[in-house]
């Protein structure tokens, strides 16, 4: 099979087992181990001068990022070269759907709908603070169904067109690589005293690898509410305006693109409001979620799959092959 067939086949395969099958068990995702050292680490790490500090935390990316990219890369090398191809696409395919979702906050927000639906205001914000990090506590109708609505725009750059671009450009290792600075920087990327220099790196980490995701999903989302019948047309020049309404670089873009694209508002009380119209009701929960899915196949078909498929692969074989003749020199 040439490679870029199988490559083509990953990335469909990693669509449709993130669709039909969904994510790993929580006591068993990988990024929950990787959650678990980093927090390990966090606890150890004694905070000393800042550049001392500063240092420790970019150690600290490097030796769970090296990692976790090292199993990873071991365990597709070992069945490309024991089992055959079949089998390392499927594999291959497994390990790259771990580091993106597309349809998992439908999963978490349907029952958030159904408990606004009935006037279950406690439930919903219950199952709301599963998704968010602001209390949700006593929050009304409105601002829960914003904040699904807000953290699902969000996370179209930070769990989808961002983890599946570096694995365009370099495979299992791109993917990890970003997956594992989004997740420390959302441990450690705190500007206050405990993590204002251990999280320095990884905050900045982040930005940068964001930096294209955020600002390129305007275009999907463009397209993406063209062919849904949204407000297409408001979402560049919206985004645009509203690009700094978050204290990240980045978070502002998808956000306030989306809301445009609905036709709606989301407020964070105290931080920011982004769009315009009034705030979002359970059925634009589902209108936001049918959205950004939309735009996050667009751009895996688009950018990802052509990306991978003529790069990103032979640099992941490269480094499955790398580890393998390593293995060579002491077994």
């Not at 067939?5 to 990953?10: E, L, R």
């Not at 109708?141 to 671009?165: G, Q």
Request: glycine share 8%; proline share 4%.
């Amino acid at each position: 099979m040439d490679l870029w067939i199988s490559a083509v086949c990953i990335v469909v395969l990693a669509i449709l087992i993130d669709r039909f099958v969904g994510e790993v068990p929580n006591a068993i995702h990988p990024l929950r181990w990787i959650g678990n050292l980093v927090g390990f680490l966090d606890r150890h790490i004694r905070r000393t001068s800042r550049p001392a500090t500063v240092l420790k935390g970019m150690l600290s990316y490097l030796l769970v990022a090296v990692l976790y990219i090292f199993i990873s890369v071991a365990i597709s090398a070992l069945t490309r070269h024991f089992l055959g191809e079949i089998p390392w696409i499927i594999i291959s395919a497994f390990l790259f759907k771990v580091d993106f979702a597309i349809f998992s906050f439908r999963k978490h927000c349907i029952p958030i709908q159904r408990d606004l639906r009935n006037g279950d205001l406690d439930a919903a914000a219950a199952k709301t603070q599963m998704i968010v990090s602001r209390k949700t506590a006593g929050m009304d109708a409105d601002h829960i169904a914003s904040s699904c609505t807000e953290t699902i725009s969000e996370n179209l750059v930070d769990s989808v067109l961002s983890p599946t671009l570096y694995f365009g450009l370099l495979g299992l290792p791109g993917a990890i690589m970003f997956r594992c600075a989004n997740l420390m920087d959302a441990m450690w990327g705190y500007l206050n005293e405990k993590y204002g220099d251990l999280g320095f790196f990884v905050a900045k980490f982040d930005d940068v690898l964001g930096f294209i995701g955020s600002r390129i999903s305007l275009l999907f989302v463009t397209v993406a509410a063209f062919i849904l019948g949204m407000d297409w047309r408001r979402v560049i020049p919206m985004a645009r305006a509203g690009k700094d309404l978050t204290p990240s670089p980045n978070s502002a873009w998808s956000m306030v693109a989306c809301a445009a694209a609905l036709g709606i508002r989301m407020e964070k009380v105290g931080v920011y409001v982004m769009g315009e119209g009034d705030m979002p009701t359970a059925d634009d929960i589902t209108r936001c979620y049918h959205l950004v899915e939309l735009s996050s196949i667009l751009f895996i078909l688009c950018v990802t799959m052509p990306l991978y498929a003529f790069i990103g692969i032979d640099i992941q074989i490269l480094a499955e092959s790398l580890l393998l003749s390593i293995g060579g020199w002491f077994f």
